[in-house]
């Protein structure tokens, strides 16, 4: 692995190839992804386009009342933001995963989905038919068929996204910091199963306006 | 705001709190020592799939902390919690909770058959016992408030724990928009570097209050929130 540090953020470049990878699928703009990833497999999500919000969580493969918990993530790191070295945290205090690599530098998890119902408070009542993630998130988590349902949609990660917070308390969404080809790269601390929603937000500069394509690749575990 | 005091009580440092705050009535929460700590998670009392939302909440209203004229959001676009009175001026709503093992790592071993009722509590399974009562479980622990603390966020990201943020008598009022199941503790922050195992008590008052009115300090602080207390009553409808 090599790190660079750009304006402040330090970048780090994963070793393996593409072509090394067992698993690898592109996931249409607002179109969700659910998964399992084992234990030791390393899981990269690829920007392709560029300022693409990746809406990710995660669950404890074996327990999925054991979940991705973005307040134990941020207090456990005392940091908000997400890059290389964040474990991602479960809520019942257990490593999910862990980053390991990043050539993005910062990723936010206080953001959350957006919804019907939040655009319709965020923009206007008249949005509510517009696409959203966590309808993704609810199409996933029914077709998938383990008994998981709303009460399973918690706070999630928004990969490549850039929400900071100022001292005055106030949370600002500024512009994308990605590109095309930015990825983060994490390796699986247990078994996992992820879920994705990539976000089809029109209302907003999270997808700079334009939602597109981002690819999911997985490694297997070191021998 | 014409208040009628409808009752009163006392919730012990370290302690566990549950209600049912029916649409029409607030309840104040008073810190009695200064540096009062309490966590919070809210739901629809009627659908508790509907929870607060802590993203919905601060990215509604632009917001990193909690104080007067702001509103607590559920996941549907409707306001459970109008924050109508704040003489602290900063409530946290990132900081998480603590677990077991923090507060083991960070006072020592606890026990009841050692400590009686004086054994440390940790804010999840406080969290998680509450919750048990209602018939609610993990699947329903999101993501709460920390009223009375305060964290403050560098530029790079870090979190600090801000000392001295509450002190004897401050107090918050929350209004509930609709009937809003309240599960409260009070466990310290899990970021408060105090060493010692210092959890502090809360008066807790329920107050029958008037319907928000058009030119509510909430309702009006951003069109947003217009919009959320138009869809909160429509709700009602």
Redesign the interface.
């Known amino acids: 692995m090599s790190a660079t540090i750009t304006s ?1 953020k330090i970048l780090v470049e994963s070793k393996l190839r593409a072509d090394a990878a067992i698993y690898r699928h592109v996931i249409n703009a607002g179109d969700p992804w659910i998964y399992e990833i084992k234990q030791g497999q390393y899981f990269r999500i690829v920007d392709l386009h560029g300022n693409q919000a990746v809406d990710t969580l995660f669950y404890n493969a074996h327990d ?3 979940r991705y ?4 993530t ?2 456990y790191q ?4 997400l890059t290389t070295g964040t474990k991602l945290m479960s ?3 257990t490593v999910l995963l862990t980053i390991v690599a990043d050539t993005c530098g ?1 990723h936010d998890t ?4 957006c ?4 655009n ?3 923009y ?2 008249e949005k509510r038919h517009m696409h959203a993630c ?1 309808s993704s998130f609810l199409k996933a988590v029914t077709e998938w068929d383990h008994g998981m ?7 999630n990660i928004n990969f490549f996204m850039n929400v ?4 005055e ?5 500024e512009d994308g910091i990605s590109d095309p080809g930015k990825y983060v790269e994490m390796r699986a601390e247990n078994d996992v199963l992820a879920l994705i929603s990539n976000c089809p937000q029109l209302n907003n500069p999270c997808n700079a306006y334009n939602p597109t394509p981002v690819e999911v690749m997985i490694w297997a575990a070191e021998p | 705001m014409n208040q009628t005091v409808l009752w009163e009580e006392t919730i012990q440092s370290g302690a566990s709190w549950s209600h049912v705050l029916k649409r029409g009535t607030a309840l104040r929460l008073t810190d009695l020592d200064g540096g009062a700590n309490v966590g919070g998670i809210f739901y629809n009392f009627e659908c508790p ?1 509907e929870r607060y ?4 909440t ?3 209203q ?4 909690l104080t007067s004229g702001f509103v607590l ?1 559920s ?4 306001i459970l919690l109008s924050v109508t009175g704040d003489t602290v001026g ?1 409530h946290d709503p ?4 603590s ?1 077991r ?1 923090l507060i083991e790592a960070k006072y020592g071993a606890s026990s009841y058959q050692k400590d009686r009722n004086d054994y440390h509590k940790n804010g ?1 399974d406080s969290f998680l016992v509450e919750l048990g009562k209602w018939g609610l ?8 408030v920390n009223l009375f603390s305060r964290v ?9 724990f801000a000392p001295e943020n509450s002190k004897a008598g401050d107090s918050i009022d929350l209004r509930a928009e609709m009937n809003v199941l309240i599960i409260l503790n009070t466990c310290q922050h ?2 408060d570097p105090n060493p010692k195992y210092q959890p502090k008590p809360v008066q807790v008052s329920i107050r029958q209050v008037a319907a928000p009115a058009t030119d509510d300090l909430c309702r009006v602080s951003r069109p ?1 929130n217009g ?2 207390f ?2 909160t009553e429509r709700y009602f409808m």
């Open positions: 402040g999925y009342s054991d918990s973005a307040q134990d941020i207090q005392r940091n908000i933001y809520t019942a205090g910062r206080l953001g959350g989905a919804a019907n119902e939040s319709m408070v965020r206007a009542i966590r349902s709303k009460r399973d949609i918690t706070s900071p917070v100022t001292p308390g106030k949370l600002t969404f | 799939t939302n802590m993203p919905d601060l990215k509604a632009h917001i990193a902390r959001y996941d549907m676009g409707r900063w990132m900081g998480g909770t677990n093992k999840r479980g993990p699947r329903d622990l999101v993501a709460n403050d966020v560098s530029d790079d990201g870090t979190m600090s899990p970021l947003e919009r959320g138009t869809l």
